[in-house]
Protein backbone atom coordinates (compact mmCIF):
# COMPACT_ATOMS: atom_id res chain seq x y z
CA UNK A 1 0.00 0.00 0.00
CA UNK A 2 1.53 3.65 -1.01
CA UNK A 3 2.00 5.96 1.52
CA UNK A 4 0.09 9.13 1.34
CA UNK A 5 2.15 12.20 2.88
CA UNK A 6 -0.54 14.62 4.95
CA UNK A 7 -1.12 17.75 3.03
CA UNK A 8 1.03 20.86 3.00
CA UNK A 9 0.76 22.74 6.47
CA UNK A 10 0.55 25.91 4.69
CA UNK A 11 -2.67 25.01 2.65
CA UNK A 12 -4.68 24.08 5.80
CA UNK A 13 -6.74 25.41 8.42
CA UNK A 14 -5.31 24.69 12.42
CA UNK A 15 -8.92 22.73 12.59
CA UNK A 16 -8.17 20.90 9.56
CA UNK A 17 -4.38 20.18 11.07
CA UNK A 18 -6.32 19.26 14.59
CA UNK A 19 -8.50 16.30 12.68
CA UNK A 20 -6.03 15.18 10.56
CA UNK A 21 -3.73 14.40 13.24
CA UNK A 22 -6.87 12.49 15.49
CA UNK A 23 -7.02 10.27 12.30
CA UNK A 24 -3.85 9.02 12.92
CA UNK A 25 -4.52 5.59 14.92
CA UNK A 26 -1.12 4.47 16.73
CA UNK A 27 -1.13 0.86 17.45
CA UNK A 28 -1.14 0.31 21.42
CA UNK A 29 2.12 0.38 22.11
CA UNK A 30 2.03 1.34 25.62
CA UNK A 31 -0.47 -1.72 26.80
CA UNK A 32 1.69 -4.38 24.87
CA UNK A 33 4.35 -6.21 27.41
CA UNK A 34 5.96 -8.80 24.96
CA UNK A 35 8.59 -11.08 27.08
CA UNK A 36 10.99 -11.63 24.48
CA UNK A 37 13.18 -8.69 23.56
CA UNK A 38 16.38 -8.10 21.42
CA UNK A 39 18.53 -5.60 19.97
CA UNK A 40 16.95 -3.87 16.61
CA UNK A 41 20.47 -2.19 15.90
CA UNK A 42 18.62 0.78 14.66
CA UNK A 43 19.81 4.35 16.15
CA UNK A 44 18.07 7.44 15.56
CA UNK A 45 20.59 10.48 15.25
CA UNK A 46 20.71 14.08 17.10
CA UNK A 47 19.73 15.06 13.79
CA UNK A 48 16.85 12.70 13.29
CA UNK A 49 18.27 10.59 10.60
CA UNK A 50 17.16 6.83 11.49
CA UNK A 51 20.20 4.04 10.87
CA UNK A 52 20.01 0.44 10.52
CA UNK A 53 23.35 -1.42 11.18
CA UNK A 54 24.75 1.95 10.16
CA UNK A 55 22.89 2.36 7.12
CA UNK A 56 20.58 5.32 6.67
CA UNK A 57 16.68 4.28 6.58
CA UNK A 58 15.29 6.87 3.93
CA UNK A 59 11.77 5.61 2.91
CA UNK A 60 9.44 7.69 4.86
CA UNK A 61 6.73 5.06 4.97
CA UNK A 62 9.09 3.03 6.37
CA UNK A 63 10.28 5.34 9.49
CA UNK A 64 6.70 6.39 10.04
CA UNK A 65 6.13 2.97 10.46
CA UNK A 66 8.74 2.05 12.75
CA UNK A 67 8.05 5.43 14.76
CA UNK A 68 4.42 4.20 15.52
CA UNK A 69 6.24 1.55 17.71
CA UNK A 70 8.26 3.34 19.60
CA UNK A 71 8.09 3.23 23.12
CA UNK A 72 9.89 5.19 26.24
CA UNK A 73 10.25 2.89 29.46
CA UNK A 74 10.56 4.98 32.75
CA UNK A 75 14.44 4.12 32.68
CA UNK A 76 14.78 6.60 29.62
CA UNK A 77 15.74 3.48 27.36
CA UNK A 78 13.69 3.48 24.03
CA UNK A 79 12.38 0.36 22.18
CA UNK A 80 10.55 -0.99 19.33
CA UNK A 81 7.25 -3.02 20.77
CA UNK A 82 5.00 -5.29 19.19
CA UNK A 83 2.83 -7.34 20.92
CA UNK A 84 5.10 -10.49 20.43
CA UNK A 85 8.76 -9.12 20.68
CA UNK A 86 10.40 -5.64 22.26
CA UNK A 87 13.56 -4.23 20.33
CA UNK A 88 16.19 -1.81 21.52
CA UNK A 89 16.87 1.53 19.85
CA UNK A 90 19.57 3.83 20.42
CA UNK A 91 18.36 7.57 20.41
CA UNK A 92 20.64 10.30 20.61
CA UNK A 93 18.41 13.40 21.81
CA UNK A 94 14.76 13.12 20.96
CA UNK A 95 13.32 10.61 18.53
CA UNK A 96 11.46 13.22 16.29
CA UNK A 97 12.31 16.45 14.93
CA UNK A 98 9.95 19.28 14.06
CA UNK A 99 10.61 20.48 10.65
CA UNK A 100 7.51 22.42 9.72
CA UNK A 101 5.49 25.15 11.75
CA UNK A 102 2.48 26.66 10.90
CA UNK A 103 0.88 29.50 13.45
CA UNK A 104 -2.99 30.67 13.22
CA UNK A 105 -4.25 33.60 15.37
CA UNK A 106 -1.89 35.87 17.87
CA UNK A 107 -1.66 36.34 21.11
CA UNK A 108 -3.72 34.21 24.21
CA UNK A 109 -5.44 32.69 21.08
CA UNK A 110 -2.72 31.55 18.57
CA UNK A 111 -2.86 27.68 17.70
CA UNK A 112 1.15 26.24 16.38
CA UNK A 113 0.93 23.24 14.51
CA UNK A 114 4.17 21.37 14.11
CA UNK A 115 5.21 18.92 10.89
CA UNK A 116 7.41 16.12 12.40
CA UNK A 117 10.13 14.03 10.52
CA UNK A 118 7.71 11.42 10.76
CA UNK A 119 5.06 13.21 9.01
CA UNK A 120 3.33 12.94 12.09
CA UNK A 121 1.16 16.47 12.66
CA UNK A 122 1.00 17.84 16.32
CA UNK A 123 -0.89 20.88 17.76
CA UNK A 124 1.35 22.33 21.00
CA UNK A 125 -1.48 21.92 23.85
CA UNK A 126 -1.56 21.25 27.57
CA UNK A 127 -1.40 17.58 26.11
CA UNK A 128 1.79 18.34 23.62
CA UNK A 129 3.78 21.17 25.40
CA UNK A 130 6.75 23.00 24.23
CA UNK A 131 9.53 23.06 26.55
CA UNK A 132 13.03 24.69 26.58
CA UNK A 133 16.20 22.48 27.52
CA UNK A 134 19.63 23.67 27.96
CA UNK A 135 20.79 27.52 28.77
CA UNK A 136 21.92 30.44 27.63
CA UNK A 137 23.44 30.24 23.18
CA UNK A 138 22.15 26.61 23.94
CA UNK A 139 18.93 26.74 25.08
CA UNK A 140 16.35 24.20 22.17
CA UNK A 141 12.97 23.91 22.15
CA UNK A 142 11.16 20.51 22.32
CA UNK A 143 7.63 19.38 21.95
CA UNK A 144 5.88 16.93 23.62
CA UNK A 145 4.62 13.99 21.13
CA UNK A 146 3.22 11.29 23.06
CA UNK A 147 4.42 9.13 26.17
CA UNK A 148 7.70 10.41 26.92
CA UNK A 149 8.51 11.15 23.26
CA UNK A 150 9.34 14.74 22.38
CA UNK A 151 10.57 16.18 18.80
CA UNK A 152 13.67 18.58 18.96
CA UNK A 153 12.70 21.82 16.57
CA UNK A 154 14.98 21.97 13.76
CA UNK A 155 16.72 25.16 13.62
CA UNK A 156 14.41 27.69 10.99
CA UNK A 157 11.55 26.31 12.93
CA UNK A 158 13.35 27.62 16.23
CA UNK A 159 14.19 30.81 14.86
CA UNK A 160 9.78 31.02 13.04
CA UNK A 161 8.99 30.11 16.71
CA UNK A 162 11.55 32.48 18.19
CA UNK A 163 10.48 35.42 16.10
CA UNK A 164 6.98 34.78 16.94
CA UNK A 165 7.83 34.77 20.63
CA UNK A 166 9.32 38.03 20.65
CA UNK A 167 7.55 39.78 18.41
CA UNK A 168 4.50 39.13 21.83
CA UNK A 169 6.89 40.59 24.51
CA UNK A 170 10.61 40.83 23.73
CA UNK A 171 11.27 41.28 27.66
CA UNK A 172 9.50 37.63 28.99
CA UNK A 173 9.49 35.69 25.07
CA UNK A 174 6.46 33.24 25.14
CA UNK A 175 4.46 31.87 22.80
CA UNK A 176 0.32 30.70 23.19
CA UNK A 177 -1.03 27.71 21.54
CA UNK A 178 -4.48 26.22 22.26
CA UNK A 179 -4.94 28.60 25.49
CA UNK A 180 -1.46 27.50 27.08
CA UNK A 181 1.54 30.01 27.68
CA UNK A 182 4.92 28.29 26.92
CA UNK A 183 8.33 30.38 27.84
CA UNK A 184 10.62 30.34 25.13
CA UNK A 185 13.32 32.13 27.65
CA UNK A 186 16.41 29.65 28.73
CA UNK A 187 15.94 27.06 30.60
CA UNK A 188 17.12 27.20 33.76
Do not use: C
Not at 98 to 120: I, N, P, T, Y
Not at 133 to 159: E, I
Not at 160 to 186: H, I, K, T, Y
Amino acid sequence: MPYDAPPDLASLSLSEIAEYAAQRKLPPVASWNPEKTADSMMRIAADGRWFHRGGEIKRTAMLRAFSSLLRREEDGSYWLVTPYEKQSIEVEDAPFMAVEMHSEGSGKARKLAFRLSSDDLVVAAREHELEMRGSGDNAVPYLHVRGGLWAKLTRPVYYELAELALSDNSDDPAVWSSGQRFAMGAAS
